[in-house]
């Protein structure tokens, strides 16, 4: 979650929660060993990273929105995956969002 000094609801706690299981159970059935949770953070790319290290993870799987010019992605939140991309020493797979048509 972006904002932890906002104080997210326990509906946005659990919607983000029910995220992670669904994806992590899609991962299971297809073999994958597979783990995740939901935490808040204002740095989410650093965070998501150290949680890596710590959990010593050979990859990091994320949903993400196409990317953008590095110029204008800088700037929006919907280019988090991008930016933990090019900052992770492991490798990131990100899986784009459809887009809406």
């Known amino acids: 979650m972006p904002m932890p000094g ?3 609801t326990r ?3 659990e919607e983000q929660r029910g995220h992670v299981e669904r ?5 299971r ?3 994958v060993k597979a783990e995740g949770h939901v935490t808040a953070t204002r ?28 110029f204008v992605s800088d700037f ?7 930016r933990v991309r090019r900052r992770a020493q492991i490798p990131v797979v ?8």
């Open 29 to 31: 059935r297809r073999g």
């Open 94 to 101: 990100l899986v784009e969002e459809p887009t809406p048509k």
């Open 6 to 8: 906002l104080l997210p």
């Open 11 to 13: 509906r946005e706690w």
């Open 23 to 27: 994806a992590v159970k899609t991962l």
């Open 76 to 82: 929006l939140w919907s280019q988090e995956p991008q």
């Open 43 to 70: 740095k989410a790319g650093k965070r998501i990273i150290r949680e890596a290290d710590l959990a010593g993870c050979d990859v990091i799987v994320m949903g993400a929105s196409p990317a953008r010019h590095w």
